[in-house]
C-alpha cells in the first residue's frame, strides 16, 4: 500500500511539473508575440514618419502646397429652398463650419424677398466660423419666377469650379461633404453625389427605346445605378451655363409646368457632355425636413415619364450605368 501511494504521489508531482512548464510556456510565448507586434507596430510608425518626411522633401515645393490653401480650390454650395425658413437655419449653420466651403448661393424663388430677420440670422451664422483671409460668403440669388429650373440658373459672380448642390432638407457631415470633394476633383466633369438612381429599358413595352425609373431599392437590388441626384451632388460650374444656354427648351418648360425632374434633367446633361457615369458616395444623409414629393403616389410613374421625354429630346439615351461606389477607407476596418 505504501508503495502505491509513493507511486501515486510521484505521479502527481509529474503532472504538476508538467502543467507549470506548459504554462510558462505558453506565458513566454505569448510574451514573445505581443513584444513582436508592439516592435511591428513601432516599425510601421517609424516608416510613416520617414516616408512623410522624405515626400515632403523630395515632392513639395511652395507652389504645390500652396494649392491645397488657395481658396479658388474650395466649391461653393447652391441651395435650393422654398419657406422652410428653421431649415434653412439649420442647414447653413451647419455647412458654415466645412472647411473648404467658400461661399454659399441660396436660391430664392418666393413672391416675397428674405425678411431682415432671417438675413441677420443667416450672414451671423456663416461668419461665426472664420477662416484664413476672412469667412463664408453668403449671397440671395432672387428669381420673380417660381421654377424648378432656378437651382441651376447660370451664377455669374461664381468663384469656385465646384458646385455642391444641395436641397435645405438634408445635412451631410462635413467630413464627407469633404470626402465627396476630393473625389469630384479626381474626375471634375462628371457628377459625384451621395443620391444614387438607375434606370433601366422596360421590356414589357416590347421597345429597346422605352425605359423605367428607379429608386433607391432598385439600387440596392441590383447593385447598378446611372445617376446622383442632385438634392446632394457636386458638379462643374460650367454645367448650369449649359443649363441656362443649351439645355433643350421642351426640358426646361416640362420641369417648370410639371415642378418635377429638374435632377434628372441635370444627370441628362452631364452625362451627355461627358459620355460617363456618375460617381457615387458613400455617406450618411440626415432628413431634417418633412417627406417630400418622393412619397406621394405616382411618383415613380412620373419620373419614369421624364426619362422617356428627356431621351426624346435628346435624341438617345446618354446615362451610362455604373455599379463603382467611392468610399471613405478611413472610416471602415475592413475594404
Known amino acids: ?29 505569448i510574451k514573445f508575440l505581443l513584444c513582436c507586434c508592439i516592435a511591428l507596430t513601432l516599425i510601421v510608425l517609424l516608416f510613416s514618419a520617414a516616408s512623410s518626411t522624405f515626400v515632403l522633401w523630395t515632392n513639395q515645393t511652395p507652389s504645390a502646397l500652396s494649392r491645397f490653401t488657395d481658396s479658388r480650390k474650395g466649391y461653393s454650395i447652391v441651395m435650393n429652398t422654398w419657406k422652410r425658413y428653421d431649415l434653412l437655419k439649420q442647414s447653413i449653420k451647419h455647412y458654415s463650419y466645412c472647411p473648404r466651403l467658400e461661399s454659399v448661393h441660396i436660391v ?12 441677420k440670422f443667416l450672414h451671423h451664422a456663416v461668419k461665426s466660423k472664420p477662416k ?9 440669388n432672387v428669381h420673380k419666377e417660381d421654377s424648378l429650373n432656378n437651382r441651376f440658373k447660370e451664377i455669374e459672380d461664381l468663384e469656385t469650379d465646384a458646385v455642391f448642390s444641395i436641397d435645405d432638407d438634408v445635412i451631410f457631415p462635413c467630413s464627407s461633404v469633404e470626402f465627396a470633394f476630393d473625389v469630384w476633383q479626381s474626375a471634375p466633369d462628371t457628377m459625384v453625389g451621395f443620391v444614387p438612381r438607375v434606370h433601366w429599358v422596360d421590356s414589357s413595352k416590347g421597345a429597346v427605346d422605352k425605359f423605367m425609373y428607379g429608386g433607391w431599392w432598385s439600387v440596392w437590388w441590383t447593385g447598378t445605378y446611372s445617376m446622383v441626384l442632385s438634392k446632394a451632388a457636386f458638379f462643374h460650374k460650367k454645367y448650369l451655363t449649359l443649363y441656362t444656354n443649351e439645355m433643350p427648351t421642351s426640358i426646361r418648360e416640362y420641369v417648370t409646368e ?11 446633361l452631364v452625362a451627355n457632355a461627358t459620355g460617363a457615369p456618375p460617381i457615387w458616395v458613400k455617406g450618411k444623409i440626415f432628413e431634417i425636413g418633412s417627406t417630400g414629393i418622393s412619397s406621394l403616389g405616382g411618383h415613380s410613374e412620373r419620373r419614369t415619364e421624364c426619362v422617356n421625354r428627356f431621351t426624346a429630346a435628346f435624341g438617345s439615351m446618354p446615362l451610362v450605368s455604373t455599379s463603382v461606389k467611392a468610399v471613405d477607407s478611413r472610416n471602415i476596418w475592413f475594404w
Open 108 to 119: 430664392w424663388s418666393e413672391p416675397d424677398p428674405p425678411s431682415d430677420v432671417l438675413l
Open 132 to 140: 484664413d483671409g476672412g469667412h463664408v460668403k453668403l449671397k440671395f
Open 1 to 29: 500500500m505504501r508503495g502505491s501511494w509513493c507511486l501515486n504521489r510521484r505521479t502527481e508531482l509529474r503532472f504538476r511539473l508538467l502543467a507549470i512548464s506548459t504554462v510558462k510556456s505558453v506565458t513566454v510565448k
Open 258 to 268: 410639371n415642378r418635377n425632374c429638374e435632377d434628372i434633367a441635370m444627370s441628362f
